[in-house]
């Protein structure tokens, strides 16, 4: 099965770079990915009237999950991590697989879906600001 969304690139404030370096976090992505993370997100941003799907078709998969984690002296929020497709509209050729990250914390913007990958995502395809992109939820 599988299900697609078309959002666009957006810059983001650099708090991906800052988590995915957490050593809880990056230990984790190593084992989801197979190899290192590019130290950083892209950011997708859907339209709003795709947010409410987008999250119901979530719960159709099952989702790879990083646990909260707490010390004594900080506390890390769980991510569910869902492998994807990430393609250019209109372009057949290019697309990369990586992963949707979906966080228990509940500030965090639910119209952005930030993705993950060895690579940087935004060179690698090319990817500038506003760029349509197909993100493709796969089992």
């Not at 010390?71 to 393609?87: A, D, M, R």
């Not at 209109?90 to 993950?116: M, Y």
């Amino acid at each position: 099965m599988q299900v697609s969304f078309i959002g666009r690139v957006q810059s983001g404030s650099g708090t991906g770079k800052k988590y995915v370096a957490i050593d809880y976090f990056f230990q984790h992505f190593v084992m989801l990915l197979g190899q290192r993370p590019f130290l950083g997100t892209l950011n997708v941003h859907l339209k709003a009237r795709d947010v409410p799907q987008y999250y119901k078709s979530l719960k159709s998969f099952d989702p790879l999950v990083i646990p909260h984690f707490q010390s004594e002296s900080y506390e890390l929020w769980g991510i569910e991590c869902y492998f994807v497709t990430l393609g250019i509209k209109g372009s057949n050729v290019t697309s990369e697989e990586c992963l949707a990250l979906k966080f228990d914390q509940p500030e965090h913007p639910r119209n952005i879906v930030e993705l993950i990958s060895p690579f940087n995502l935004r060179v690698k395809l090319s990817l500038r600001d506003r760029q349509e992109v197909i993100l493709t939820l796969k089992t």
